[in-house]
């Protein structure tokens, strides 16, 4: 079993940037495909970008490409989510989440098998 802790989160302005961690134990994270995700109170959990085994593969939503950037570093068991040029509807709870089957990270979060317990990300215009 894995256990996930986000950190990095706070209140930044639009256009501003903010670096989120998700630091593991328990397991090596180089047997999980991760992913990030977000929330709104009330609102479906919705993917937001995943990142291989490997690191060598990843996938973004339309809304954060250019934007932000998931990264791994399997060696300090952490992986990452750059929000560049931040905007107000960025503003969510962040989640990192590992996945250990399949052949890639994929967008379903119901394929997830292991969460942190979030991070809140807020944005003022």
């Known amino acids: 079993q894995v256990q996930l802790v986000e950190s990095g989160g706070g209140l930044v302005q639009a256009g501003g940037s903010l670096r989120l961690s998700c630091a593991a134990s328990g397991r090596t994270l180089n047997n999980y495909h991760m992913g990030w995700f977000r929330q709104a109170p009330g609102k479906e959990r919705e993917f937001v970008a995943a990142i291989s085994r490997s690191g060598g593969s990843t996938d973004y939503v339309d809304s954060v490409k250019g934007r932000f950037t998931i990264s791994r570093d399997n060696a300090e068991n952490t992986v990452y989510l750059q929000m560049n040029s931040v905007k107000p509807e960025d503003t969510f709870a962040y989640y990192c989440?590992?996945?250990?089957?399949?052949?890639?990270?994929?967008?379903?979060?119901?394929?997830?098998?292991?969460w942190g317990q979030g991070t809140q990300v807020t944005v003022s215009s």
């Open positions: 989440a590992a996945k250990s089957t399949g052949a890639g990270a994929g967008r379903n979060p119901h394929l997830y098998n292991y």
